[in-house]
């Protein structure tokens, strides 16, 4: 198993630009989730999804979309890239049915400068 | 709102030394509690996960930590640390069995000095 794959390793975008972030899972995972790690401020959760076609909001979502059609691929998209959102990207999944002990698995990140 | 909270920032040990690393959670009913690593350059691994039973958790690479759920806390803990646990510690929890939306704390910096 690959686990959690994270495309692009690196980028750099120009205010305004869009893009998007992919993420891919081979563990049949349902649950998905996007965080952003900015220093200082640990690990916040942008947006998550609990199967194929259905998403909610975390705790940061401005700025981002996100769309759920197979259970492997969860890409977020940047509609119009801000220097705000300079930061590295993780992508994690996990599944309910492993109830009581279920556990996120980290994909390595996508370290993303927006000038 | 639920939350949970590093105070150390930044940690500087000689090995050997022994390391303890503070988290606390905020009250918010049934909460899951974790230890992720992420050494230089590279993503988060799972140190150890408390759900229930023996607060005392044992992880990977010698780490523990207990759940003392009187004090809020779930503090981590090495006997000896060694060179190669120079890396970033994050705590982070789970509420409500909400577990694909962990919040985290905001990490700790530890470098062990050979």
């Known amino acids: 198993n690959a686990g959690v794959t994270q495309t692009p390793k690196f980028q750099v975008l120009k205010t305004g630009q869009s893009m998007t972030l992919q993420c891919a899972q081979d563990m049949n995972h349902e649950y998905m989730s996007w965080y952003r790690q900015d220093p200082g401020m640990g690990l916040r959760l942008i947006h998550y999804s609990v199967g194929a076609g259905i998403t909610d909001q975390g705790e940061v979502p401005n700025g981002y979309n996100v769309s759920r059609s197979t259970t492997e691929d969860f890409p977020l998209r940047l509609l119009s890239a801000a220097p705000s959102q300079t930061s590295v990207y993780f992508c994690?999944?996990?599944?309910?049915?492993?109830?009581?002990?279920?556990?996120?698995?980290f994909g390595p990140g996508t370290r993303l400068t927006v000038l | 709102a639920q939350s949970v909270s590093q105070h150390n920032h930044h940690v500087i040990l000689s090995e050997a030394a022994s390391l303890e690393l503070g988290c606390n959670y905020s009250y918010g009913g049934t909460v899951n509690l974790f230890w992720y690593v992420q050494y230089p350059g590279q993503h988060l691994q799972l140190l150890l996960k408390?759900?229930?039973?023996?607060?005392l958790v044992k992880g990977i690479k010698g780490f523990e930590a207990e759940f003392i759920k009187s004090k809020f806390s779930f503090n981590l803990r090495k006997p000896s640390v060694q060179w190669s646990d120079t890396a970033e510690y994050f705590c982070?929890?789970?509420?409500?069995?909400?577990?694909?939306?962990?919040?985290f704390g905001t990490g700790t910096l530890l470098a062990v000095q050979p």
């Open positions: 994690a999944s996990s599944s309910p049915r492993d109830r009581g002990t279920d556990t996120q698995y």
């Open positions: 982070a929890g789970t509420y409500g069995g909400a577990t694909n939306k962990l919040i």
């Open positions: 408390y759900f229930s039973g023996d607060p």
